[in-house]
């Protein structure tokens, strides 16, 4: 099957890759050939063609931050910040994470699946085929395993690959307040083995924040995951600068998630472990918060940037990867080119996925076919779905 008459942005090599005339040949899933019109090779000339009017054609997107598995809302919270409470006296007085702890347990498997489908239906409509879904509302075994449970379901009920983060070490819940060491101890890293041999976990994340985790308590998850063979990712300086980022490096992290509060020696850390530096304006806008992410530092030390919905019930109830993409261009000066890197190949690498996020040979055949007819055009508008298709493993899903 050949893709015809259309501007490929293959996000490869410098900038966004952009072949202006392309043609796409799929094969099996895969993409089999991509490049000018003039240069297809002569036998593949013959295939079966879809002629796609001269749009634009993306790598699928990839939304690499998400908690997307939660039961109940926090709606009350909204409208209690715009009353003067900060994100942070809400959690201290048992609200925030714990009050969604409380519904999510109260939900069965199913129950998660069903309220998590509207929205990832908001993300795929909007082109993206991968997402990464994280626990961390459970905080007691059963919990953790039964939201990464639903997050692997929901790829039986919809064409997506789901990629899973557990997040054992996001709060300390009510049961164990003030002893967080035993709460990973008796908790969490039983948990982590217990989903791990469920195969339920592809990475396993961190909140390190006054709120949450120290460092040292973030090392001992991370000791464990490695043992495991699990690569590891971070919140890190989300809130407050307490070292997230440096040890997430330490531990050569795939990425290390918000970092607003990151300075220039972070930057050069994640530069030399090859960590992803995920910037999550949905959470920045949503908390007023006016601490910048060091951008400048990370392009002057070549640290890939990926950009993410955070989709959560309370800091960031962002379900349009677009809109976290405009976010992204005007909150934190992104430019639109770096903005869909941040949504391609940069998720891609912060998922450690070799086979998305770029369109060239033998990578998975996720696509995104646009009415648009500059890349930068998907930065641009807000609340505006540009979306002409989306192809998943080959077929139009
Ligand atoms: O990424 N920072 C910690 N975790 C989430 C927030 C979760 C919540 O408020 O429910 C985040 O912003
Ligand atoms: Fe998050």
Known sequence: MLLTNIQVATMEGEGC??????VIALRGGRIGWVGPHTDLPDDMAGQDSRDLGGRLVTPGLIDC???????????????????????????????????TVRDTRAASVEDLVAAALPRLDALLAEGVCTVEIKSGYGL????????????????????????TSFLGAHAVPP?????????????????????HREGLVDAVD???????????????????????????????????????????????ALSADHVEYATADDARALARSGSVATLLPGAFYTLHESQLPPVAAFRRHGVPMALA??????SSPLFSLLLAMNMGCTLFRLTPQEALSGTTRHAARALGLADAGRIAPGMRADLAV??????????YRIGFNPLHQRWFNGEIA
């Not at 890759?17 to 392309?22: A, C, N, S, W």
């Not at 049961?175 to 989903?195: H, I, K, Q, S, T």
């Not at 040292?216 to 600068?241: C, D, M, T």
């Open 309 to 314: 919905t955070d989709a959560n019930p309370g």
């Open 206 to 252: 961190g909140f390190c924040e006054g709120i949450a985790f120290t460092p040292a308590q973030i090392e001992r998850v991370f000791e464990a995951a490695q043992a495991l063979g699990l690569p590891v990712k971070l919140h890190a300086e989300q809130l407050s600068h307490l070292g997230g980022t440096a040890l997430a490096a330490r531990h050569g």
């Open 370 to 379: 646009w009415d648009v007819g500059h890349p930068a055009e998907l930065s």
């Open 65 to 99: 931050h998400t908690h997307l598995v939660h039961g109940g809302d926090r709606a009350r919270e909204f409208e209690m910040r715009l009353e003067g409470a900060s994100y942070e006296d809400i959690a201290l007085a048992g609200g925030g994470i714990l009050s």
């Open 17 to 22: 890759g952009l072949i202006p005339d392309g």
């Open 140 to 163: 007691d075994i059963e919990t953790e395993l039964d939201m990464l449970r639903a997050a692997r379901a929901l790829e039986r009920h919809r064409k997506v690959r789901v990629v």
């Open 175 to 195: 049961d164990y307040d003030g002893r967080a060491d035993d709460y990973l101890e008796e908790v969490c890293l039983p948990a982590l083995r217990a989903a």
